[in-house]
């Protein structure tokens, strides 16, 4: 239980100099070592005394993970590289401005100043029970007390509850799934690299994380090919408060039209369900036809298929059918 | 080594959540421990089955070719419990040792597999099959003490052959029973905790105690098959048990087999009207 606040409890502060120094150290402490990032989920869990770490990894010194780079096929974008400068880049809002727009509503300017991409991807989940120490499934319990028919459970999830039906937080995320990003994870074997949307990871697979990262792993950047570059992009996070808040949901689409005709699209939502979706079904629902209020409308209706609603959270079919379909109308307007 | 995982409930209470899992490598090392002593103990200790004179030697000349043994209610029964525990214990605990998969879909099916053919068995045991020929009686433990005393030098007489299943045979039903029962009936509940479609889902169904005792007699049960299945699987691949093994698939075993193990006068074979003694018949009241 959440008993002391702003007294963090003792560790060992390693601060690496290089990814392969942070990646050996990571590997020589495994489950006993926390990785820090930006700091902003980490400091909630220490001062609240719920994690209790004995080392901690503190990448902020580690320069190799940080900043946005061109390739030949796109961009790269170091895992420590603040949201606020991934907001500003000129080549982000140029051709990606689909990341640009979802980090620029992450919460608010400090945060965005101090939270980086990795940590905004890799964040843990915002339910308030597990945030507040419960011993829940995701705590490594053997109860959800956010579940039906009496858990406090409005933001959670409509889709892939498994025992646990916290929703994954992360704004970036969906936008990273349309731009197809390959995550670039150090492990103890060597490079990995992975489709965004293979990072996360929902309860039915493990319970206590929300992405693929074990111990000993690190992921370094996130690569964006140029294949969506320049496509018309849609981003949208609803929020209770619009100047500071985790999203109730957000939804991203980048599609490719000739005319008025969808040629190719990628649509992926987040908060809905334990892991970032991407809305396949949709996506080949809408493929060859217009991007107009009638495409967007059946695309609204099967994004929703299959979604169960919790006691307090029907509120999110309706909003998801009218994100998605605003996704693909809304780009119309854009046009 | 703790038995145990311990919470706080949000109460304050300390609850206990789930069995150690390192439980699982203490139950698969003692269960090839077993494997190791009994097969030293068959080759290096074990004195020559020797049992006492039958009694009823007569009525060995009826008994056929092919002694019916098991029906094929009761094997289907069984290779589909045996299909549904291995498939439970694979799914409960080999994300437990890193290999993560969609398991609690699987596992949850699988439990409902095998608490249908319990319940099947249940029946089938108590009201179409003998219900006590897998229940140690009298005999049993008077041969068990005198095999005993003749292991130890003692003077005792000699052992009279086995009923349809010899006592090790029953004392293994019994704990696999146990075992099973603790499984099926706290899985039940726990059913009400994950997605099924069947049941509607209730966390606050019982207290965070009573939840966390079910769980932990669920993994405890759990960890525990984990041992006993090793040991079925090592018995029944073992030459001299082999036989019964056999008769597990196609339903009888033989003539020689059951003369030499079982007592006629315990386990009766009876022969269906107008069978000939030796071209064997259905299974008459196997389990």
Same mark, same amino acid.
């Given at each position: 239980?959440?008993?002391?606040?702003?007294?963090?409890?003792?560790?060992?502060?390693?601060?690496?100099?290089?990814?392969?120094?942070?990646?050996?150290?990571?590997?020589?402490?495994?489950?006993?070592?926390?990785?820090?990032?930006?700091?902003?989920?980490?400091?909630?869990?220490?001062?609240?005394?719920?994690?209790?770490?004995?080392?901690?990894?503190?990448?902020?010194?580690?320069?190799?993970?940080?900043?946005?780079?061109?390739?030949?096929?796109?961009?790269?974008?170091?895992?420590?590289?603040?949201?606020?400068?991934?907001?500003?880049?000129?080549?982000?809002?140029?051709?990606?401005?689909?990341?640009?727009?979802?980090?620029?509503?992450?919460?608010?300017?400090?945060?965005?100043?101090?939270?980086?991409?990795?940590?905004?991807?890799?964040?843990?989940?915002?339910?308030?029970?597990?945030?507040?120490?419960?011993?829940?499934?995701?705590?490594?319990?053997?109860?959800?007390?956010?579940?039906?028919?009496?858990?406090?459970?409005?933001?959670?999830?409509?889709?892939?509850?498994?025992?646990?039906?916290?929703?994954?937080?992360?704004?970036?995320?969906?936008?990273?799934?349309?731009?197809?990003?390959?995550?670039?994870?150090?492990?103890?074997?060597?490079?990995?690299?992975?489709?965004?949307?293979?990072?996360?990871?929902?309860?039915?697979?493990?319970?206590?994380?929300?992405?693929?990262?074990?111990?000993?792993?690190?992921?370094?950047?996130?690569?964006?090919?140029?294949?969506?570059?320049?496509?018309?992009?849609?981003?949208?996070?609803?929020?209770?408060?619009?100047?500071?808040?985790?999203?109730?949901?957000?939804?991203?689409?980048?599609?490719?039209?000739?005319?008025?005709?969808?040629?190719?699209?990628?649509?992926?939502?987040?908060?809905?369900?334990?892991?970032?979706?991407?809305?396949?079904?949709?996506?080949?629902?809408?493929?060859?036809?217009?991007?107009?209020?009638?495409?967007?409308?059946?695309?609204?209706?099967?994004?929703?298929?299959?979604?169960?609603?919790?006691?307090?959270?029907?509120?999110?079919?309706?909003?998801?059918?009218?994100?998605?379909?605003?996704?693909?109308?809304?780009?119309?307007?854009?046009? | 080594?703790?038995?145990?995982?311990?919470?706080?409930?949000?109460?304050?209470?300390?609850?206990?959540?789930?069995?150690?899992?390192?439980?699982?490598?203490?139950?698969?090392?003692?269960?090839?421990?077993?494997?190791?002593?009994?097969?030293?103990?068959?080759?290096?200790?074990?004195?020559?089955?020797?049992?006492?004179?039958?009694?009823?030697?007569?009525?060995?000349?009826?008994?056929?070719?092919?002694?019916?043994?098991?029906?094929?209610?009761?094997?289907?029964?069984?290779?589909?419990?045996?299909?549904?525990?291995?498939?439970?214990?694979?799914?409960?605990?080999?994300?437990?040792?890193?290999?993560?998969?969609? /398991?609690?879909?699987?596992?949850?099916?699988? +439990?409902?597999?095998?608490? &249908?053919? @319990?319940?099947?068995?249940? =029946? !089938?045991?108590?009201?179409?099959?003998?219900?006590?020929?897998?229940?140690?009686?009298?005999?049993?433990?008077?041969?068990?003490?005198?095999?005993?005393?003749?292991?130890?030098?003692?003077?005792?007489?000699?052992?009279?052959?086995?009923?349809?299943?010899?006592?090790?045979?029953?004392?293994?039903?019994?704990?696999?029973?146990?075992?099973?029962?603790?499984?099926?009936?706290?899985?039940?509940?726990?059913?009400?905790?994950?997605?099924?479609?069947?049941?509607?889902?209730?966390?606050?169904?019982?207290?965070?105690?009573? /939840?966390?005792?079910?769980?932990?007699?669920? +993994?405890?049960?759990?960890? &525990?098959? @984990?041992?006993?299945?090793? =040991? !079925?699987?090592?018995?029944?691949?073992?030459?001299?048990?082999?036989?019964?093994?056999?008769?597990?698939?196609?339903?009888?075993?033989?003539?020689?087999?059951?003369?030499?193990?079982?007592?006629?006068?315990?386990?009766?074979?009876?022969?269906?009207?107008?069978?000939?003694?030796?071209?064997?018949?259905?299974?008459?009241?196997?389990?």
């Amino acid at each position: 239980m959440a008993v002391i606040r702003d007294v963090m409890p003792a560790f060992d502060l390693l601060q690496p100099g290089t990814a392969a120094d942070a990646q050996r150290l990571l590997e020589q402490h495994g489950e006993e070592a926390w990785v820090m990032a930006g700091g902003l989920d980490s400091f909630d869990w220490l001062k609240d005394r719920i994690k209790k770490p004995k080392v901690l990894v503190d990448l902020s010194g580690v320069e190799e993970l940080k900043g946005i780079r061109a390739t030949s096929d796109g961009v790269e974008i170091g895992a420590m590289t603040t949201l606020t400068e991934i907001a500003n880049h000129p080549a982000i809002q140029r051709d990606y401005s689909v990341l640009a727009q979802a980090v620029e509503l992450v919460a608010s300017p400090q945060i965005r100043n101090q939270g980086t991409l990795g940590g905004n991807v890799s964040q843990d989940a915002r339910c308030w029970y597990y945030r507040g120490g419960w011993p829940c499934y995701r705590a490594g319990g053997n109860i959800c007390y956010a579940d039906t028919p009496v858990g406090r459970n409005r933001e959670h999830a409509i889709f892939g509850a498994d025992r646990c039906v916290a929703v994954h937080p992360s704004d970036s995320a969906p936008a990273l799934i349309v731009l197809d990003a390959k995550f670039v994870i150090q492990t103890p074997k060597g490079e990995r690299v992975v489709d965004a949307e293979d990072y996360f990871v929902g309860p039915e697979i493990d319970i206590t994380r929300l992405n693929i990262l074990k111990p000993g792993d690190l992921l370094m950047a996130i690569r964006i090919p140029a294949t969506w570059a320049g496509a018309k992009f849609y981003f949208e996070k609803v929020r209770d408060r619009n100047v500071w808040d985790f999203p109730l949901m957000n939804v991203a689409s980048a599609m490719k039209l000739t005319g008025n005709t969808i040629d190719e699209i990628r649509i992926a939502v987040n908060a809905a369900a334990p892991r970032p979706l991407r809305l396949k079904a949709v996506e080949d629902a809408v493929r060859g036809k217009p991007a107009n209020a009638d495409t967007g409308e059946m695309a609204g209706k099967i994004a929703v298929r299959g979604a169960v609603p919790l006691q307090f959270n029907g509120y999110k079919i309706p909003l998801m059918r009218n994100l998605v379909k605003r996704a693909i109308d809304g780009l119309q307007e854009a046009a | 080594m703790k038995l145990f995982t311990w919470a706080t409930s949000p109460w304050g209470q300390s609850v206990p959540a789930h069995v150690a899992w390192g439980l699982i490598w203490v139950a698969a090392i003692a269960g090839l421990f077993f494997m190791i002593v009994h097969s030293l103990y068959v080759i290096i200790v074990a004195p020559p089955k020797r049992f006492a004179e039958r009694k009823a030697e007569a009525s060995a000349a009826g008994i056929p070719e092919r002694v019916p043994r098991h029906t094929l209610a009761a094997r289907l029964f069984h290779w589909i419990m045996a299909a549904s525990m291995i498939t439970l214990l694979i799914t409960a605990f080999l994300p437990r040792v890193g290999i993560q998969f969609n /398991w609690v879909v699987y596992h949850w099916i699988a +439990g409902v597999v095998l608490t &249908g053919s @319990i319940l099947f068995h249940i =029946v !089938h045991a108590s009201f179409f099959l003998d219900f006590w020929s897998i229940w140690p009686d009298k005999t049993d433990l008077r041969d068990a003490m005198n095999r005993t005393r003749r292991f130890f030098g003692k003077g005792a007489p000699l052992p009279s052959r086995f009923a349809k299943y010899p006592l090790e045979n029953k004392l293994y039903h019994g704990v696999i029973m146990l075992a099973g029962l603790a499984v099926m009936v706290t899985g039940l509940f726990m059913m009400k905790r994950v997605q099924t479609g069947i049941f509607t889902r209730n966390p606050y169904l019982f207290s965070d105690m009573t /939840w966390g005792l079910m769980y932990v007699l669920h +993994g405890l049960a759990g960890v &525990g098959l @984990i041992a006993l299945v090793m =040991v !079925h699987v090592y018995m029944g691949v073992r030459p001299e048990k082999f036989p019964i093994t056999k008769s597990m698939i196609f339903g009888w075993m033989s003539r020689d087999f059951y003369l030499e193990e079982h007592d006629s006068g315990r386990w009766v074979v009876k022969a269906p009207p107008g069978s000939r003694a030796k071209q064997g018949y259905t299974a008459s009241d196997g389990d």
